[in-house]
């Protein structure tokens, strides 16, 4: 196997061993929401005209559960790997900038789509989801994950303890994540926050993959695929760069 391959299959078998913890404990939890927020509120909140509310929550609640999930898979295993040390044994060897990334990212898009299947696997089962279009599911599914698995490589690198890994994901990914339309459209919401949720990049990833099951979304998906594929972009440009001048882990 080359180096890339080697890092990819050492990265995704570091989830998979613990497969209890990384992947069958975000389901349990995204179950938790759908039971809760689908009892309690699918007979007070109407979304779409010919969608019932805990279908509307069954797309939304797999993204989130893929976009948390690819980025806590590489931050967590840059900032113990950095932590315990072991980092050493992988600066050691000859692979190039883009090899790290194309590991640690890839490693990243494929617990973030184990879990999102998971996640529909259990959720499936209490209303009727229709696939509208297939692809845009796949597409938006692919781009959030590698998008947040670039952006937890970021922040595995900048970050040198624990409680800095802690506070990026509570103070940034998790705002955005909520915020972003899970459990509501935002067509719901005062004109102002409206705005403001334009200019969260997690809406888009959202609405888009909401797009591909029911057909219909609060903006164009081809919008949506716009600024998620920029934002893909950039954000990887600045995961490599950072990898290449060895921020953080070189001396």
């Not at 790997?81 to 044994?89: C, E, H, Q, T, W």
């Not at 009727?128 to 952006?151: E, H, N, Q, S």
């Amino acid at each position: 196997m080359t180096g890339w391959q080697t890092l990819l299959y050492k990265e995704t078998l570091r989830f998979w061993k613990v497969g209890f913890q990384t992947v069958a404990a975000p389901v349990l939890t995204a179950l938790l929401y759908l039971l809760i927020f689908g009892h309690v509120l699918s007979d007070r909140v109407k979304v779409y005209d010919t969608i019932s509310y805990t279908a509307f929550l069954v797309p939304g609640l797999v993204m989130m559960s893929v976009l948390q999930n690819a980025f806590a898979n590489s931050s967590s295993s840059l900032i113990q790997s950095k932590i315990m040390g072991n980092l050493v044994f992988v600066l050691l060897t000859p692979l190039s900038h883009w090899s790290w990334f194309i590991a640690y990212v890839g490693s990243s898009i494929a617990r973030g789509l184990c879990v999102g299947f998971g996640v529909f696997l259990v959720t499936v089962w209490f209303t009727k989801v229709t696939f509208a279009a297939p692809l845009w599911i796949l597409v938006f599914a692919v781009l959030g994950a590698g998008m947040l698995g670039a952006l937890g490589l970021i922040a595995g690198l900048w970050a040198e303890k624990f409680d800095q890994m802690a506070a990026f994901q509570n103070f940034v990914i998790m705002p955005m994540t909520f915020l972003s339309g899970v459990f509501y459209s935002i067509h719901s919401l005062p004109e102002f926050w409206q705005r403001v949720s334009h200019l969260n990049p997690f809406f888009y990833m959202i609405d888009g993959f909401r797009y591909g099951f029911f057909g219909v979304s609060d903006v164009s998906p081809w919008l949506s695929l716009a600024i998620v594929g920029s934002a893909m972009l950039g954000v990887s440009a600045i995961a490599v760069h950072l990898l290449r001048i060895g921020y953080k882990i070189r001396s």
